[in-house]
């Protein structure tokens, strides 16, 4: 598809289960960030993937959340021992390349995000 | 990081009325904004953006404000429509370790009726 594809786009769990969340850019986009979106609030950044360098990992909110991003393309968000307070929308974003004003690397395509719900 | 925040999280008007909404923003040094418009269940869409060296941009319908003397910025759309409903957000670059991550403000719910 020409967009940013997510899936699942709804995931229900149980307390302490862990989960996997796919993202899936738009091709040729090297750069890819996930937010989380809780009801009625912004979005919260989590991780962000530019290239080859280093995630900026900068806005997990513990060590049971994680992704990696295989081949520079797909991306997984895995969330361990999954909480209550977990349950939000995940939205996952990507840009083309580039990098300052003059490009478009700060217009983000979003995907119409992954609701997960913790029982 | 930026810090961005909006004025009222609810804007209810009558469809062909004007609307604005409004956002400010803490970093001095930031010097390109985004506007996105959320529909209900998908991800946030890029509406119009401004860089710093402008005070005003227009697109279609639509028209982003910025006065970098009281980091403020708006958006206005003209003759709002019922398809003019959504979450709008406005967004900043926060430079992190050289790297560009928008922050994105709270939203504001704009609610047009028929």
């Known amino acids: 598809g020409a967009g940013v594809s997510q899936s699942p786009s709804n995931k229900v769990t149980e307390k302490g289960k862990d989960v996997e969340l796919r993202c899936d850019p738009i091709?040729?986009?090297?750069?890819l960030y996930w937010y989380r979106q809780s009801l009625g609030q912004g979005l919260e950044f989590l991780i962000y993937?530019?290239?080859?360098?280093?995630?900026?990992k900068s806005g997990l909110p513990s060590d049971r959340f994680s992704a990696e991003r295989t081949g520079g393309s797909v991306s997984t968000l895995t969330i361990q021992r999954t909480q209550q307070e977990d349950s939000a929308v995940y939205l996952c974003?990507?840009?083309?390349?580039?990098?300052?004003?003059?490009?478009?690397?700060?217009?983000?395509?979003f995907g119409s995000g992954t609701q997960l719900s913790v029982l | 990081g930026e810090s961005v925040g909006l004025h009222l999280p609810t804007l209810s008007v009558q469809e062909g009325d004007n609307s604005i909404i409004n956002c400010a923003y803490s970093?001095?040094?930031?010097?390109?904004f985004i506007w996105y418009k959320q529909e209900s269940g998908k991800g946030p869409q890029f509406i119009i953006d401004?860089?710093?060296?402008?005070d005003k941009r227009q697109g279609q319908r639509v028209t982003v404000l910025l006065n970098k003397t009281v980091k403020h910025l708006s958006l206005q759309i003209a003759a709002t429509q019922p398809g003019d409903s959504a979450v709008y957000f406005c967004?900043?670059?926060?430079?992190?370790?050289?790297?560009?991550?928008?922050?994105f403000g709270r939203g504001t719910s704009l609610i047009v009726h028929p």
């Open positions: 967004a900043a670059p926060g430079a992190s370790g050289g790297s560009y991550i928008p922050t």
């Open positions: 974003a990507s840009s083309p390349p580039g990098r300052g004003p003059e490009s478009a690397n700060e217009k983000l395509f």
């Open positions: 970093n001095s040094a930031s010097d390109y």
């Open positions: 091709s040729g986009h090297t750069a």
């Open positions: 993937f530019q290239g080859n360098s280093a995630p900026d």
């Open positions: 401004i860089r710093s060296n402008m």
